[in-house]
């Protein structure tokens, strides 16, 4: 699953994204910015069928966070 995390990724920020662990920090991506992390959490919903709240993408701060929210997806 990291693996389609991290194609997501590349397509959100338009460029080629280092190797991902759960650790990786939204923030240390390059490009990354605030805007493009609510992209990133919104082509999620839209390539996975999540449904975030406000708060859960707020919260989100790692790779490890969308992945375990990919995890907990009914």
Known sequence: MIE???ELLA????REVPPLTPGTPFE???GWDSVVHLSIL???ER????SLTAAQMIGMKTVGDLLAALEAKP
């Open 47 to 50: 390539r996975f069928g999540l």
């Open 28 to 30: 240390a991506l390059p």
């Open 42 to 44: 919104m082509e999620a």
């Open 11 to 14: 397509g959100v920020l338009g």
């Open 4 to 6: 389609k995390v991290r």
